[in-house]
């Protein structure tokens, strides 16, 4: 079990431009989460998917955001025209499925996005 | 829909002296519960989870929590401070009647600071 690995750790650009942070599940885990936390608060929920089938986006910020996991291994968080207010802390989480909200969720140490 | 509150936002103890972080929760549903410890610039660990199976639970590195239906609450504890116990820690739930159990949704979390 070698853990959730988000790259990179930290990325600062300026505003406008787009970024992409990567985030590798724990192997078996089939579920993947992403979750935005912002300085002081607890993190929250953006989308997940089981699988390759993203299942929930509709809290993800704004079109601006997207995300894949096109072979329901690593997922991508894309971000376009990066604006000030994007600027937090990234994490991603994987976990086993579950029919029930049990499972725990694993995260990463996240990608800290500074944006210029 | 689901929130949990976490009252206080920094609690400050001696090392040796007993830990109390604090933490209320609302849900329609038998909720999971999860407490989570975050270090700096790093993600979220998993100290313990409830998920009905026993309302005293207990995690890592000494920690426990007790589940109390008729106060919704889920408070932490630990018998005696460590200084390694310095971080911050988020209370979180998952699990609602519209099939939600997807997804944590997280206190603001409570800073613990440990004195020598």
């Known amino acids: 079990d070698t853990g959730v690995s988000q790259d990179p750790r930290h990325k600062i650009t300026k505003r406008g431009q787009n970024v992409t942070f990567r985030c590798d599940p724990i192997?078996?885990?089939?579920?993947l989460y992403w979750y935005r936390q912002t300085l002081g608060q607890g993190p929250e929920f953006l989308t997940y998917f089981q699988n390759e089938a993203q299942l929930e986006k509709s809290r993800l910020l704004s079109d601006r955001f997207s995300a894949e996991r096109p072979k329901g291994s690593f997922s991508t968080l894309e971000i376009q025209r990066t604006e000030q207010g994007d600027s937090a802390m990234y994490l991603c989480?994987?976990?086993?499925?579950?029919?029930?909200?049990?499972?725990?969720?694993?995260f990463g140490d996240g990608t800290r996005l500074s944006i210029l | 829909a689901q929130s949990v509150t976490q009252l206080g936002s920094h609690v400050s103890v001696s090392e040796g002296a007993l830990v109390l972080l604090r933490c209320n929760y609302s849900s329609s549903v038998p909720p999971y519960l999860f407490w989570y410890v975050q270090y700096p610039n790093q993600g979220l660990q998993l100290l313990l989870k409830?998920?009905?199976?026993?309302?005293l639970v207990k995690g890592i590195n000494g920690f426990e929590a007790e589940f109390k239906k008729s106060e919704t609450s889920f408070h932490l504890t630990k018998p005696s401070a460590h200084m390694s116990d310095a971080a911050e820690y988020f209370c979180a739930v998952s699990g609602d009647s519209g099939g939600s159990n997807y997804k944590l949704t997280f206190g603001k979390g409570t800073l613990l600071t440990v004195n020598p």
């Open positions: 989480a994987s976990s086993l499925d579950g029919s029930f909200g049990g499972q725990p969720q694993h």
């Open positions: 192997s078996e885990h089939n579920r």
């Open positions: 409830y998920t009905s199976a026993a309302t």
